[in-house]
């Protein structure tokens, strides 16, 4: 079981159709994280939210808009995405500590595993 | 940018067997973690190491920080086949990045043969 909750866990998207992957924890964590991840590779970081202001974009095409309502939601909403966007979406949370010597662990979610069609 | 590499990439063993995998990192490193991710699953956090030369232990599996801080190794005694899956190694370096950009490494992927 995961204190990280995604929705949906699959879901199937054309080129042209919009959508919104949701993430919710309420573990009193104020960072929050969006990763990708191919087959076989490393989570890749895409977004980190900090005290629910956006603090890291990893140079992340403008298809992928996150949004952070309060500190227990995280959304990514997804438009005009390619099939090589097609991957495992996951999002995780993290305490923040107060002398930001080292990174808290991560909780990850289940995960969406997106296609694009 | 720092990089944290990992090896080996593959890894099958019989069970019973024992296993490590490596990790090494172009920076000084101000903590790392290892992650468990099983087929078809999310990576699950297993330990953090922040000390130089510290070594921790859960049942079968011993983790080890450099003295350098620069590496990392994870090893599993006796494995078993609920040993199977993804195990990654993820740096932080607190004086080259910003808070919550954590530097995975490429994972080494177990397979156990009973």
């Known amino acids: 079981d995961t204190e990280v909750t995604q929705t949906p866990k699959h879901l199937v998207m054309g080129m042209t159709n919009k959508k919104s992957l949701k993430c919710e924890q309420h573990m009193g964590h104020r960072a929050m994280y969006w990763y990708k991840q191919k087959a076989k590779k490393p989570p890749e970081l895409m977004f980190v939210?900090?005290?629910?202001?956006?603090?890291i974009n990893e140079s992340v095409p403008s298809r992928f808009s996150p949004e952070c309502p309060n500190s227990s939601l995280l959304n990514l909403h997804l438009h005009a995405l390619q099939p090589e966007d097609s991957a495992l979406y996951l999002c995780?949370?993290?305490?923040?500590?107060?002398?930001?010597?080292?990174?808290?662990?991560?909780?990850f979610g289940n995960g969406t595993r997106l296609t694009v069609t | 940018g720092q990089q944290v590499m990992q090896i080996p990439q593959y890894q099958h063993v019989q069970e019973g067997e024992d296993f490590t995998t490596y990790c090494n990192s172009s920076t000084t490193l101000s903590n790392i973690q290892w992650y468990k991710q099983r087929p078809g699953g999310h990576p699950v956090f297993l330990i953090q190491?922040?000390?130089?030369?510290e070594v921790k232990k859960q049942k079968r599996l011993t983790f080890q920080f450099g003295e350098a801080k620069k590496n990392s190794s994870l090893h599993i005694t006796a494995t078993q086949t609920t040993d199977v899956g993804t195990y990654f190694c993820?740096?932080?370096?607190?004086?080259?990045?910003?808070?919550?950009?954590?530097?995975f490494g490429q994972g080494t992927i177990l397979t156990v043969h009973p």
């Open positions: 939210y900090s005290y629910e202001k956006l603090s």
């Open positions: 993820a740096g932080f370096n607190a004086g080259g990045t910003s808070y919550g950009k954590l530097t």
């Open positions: 190491l922040v000390k130089s030369g």
């Open positions: 995780a949370s993290s305490q923040i500590l107060g002398q930001l010597s080292y990174n808290s662990p991560l909780h």
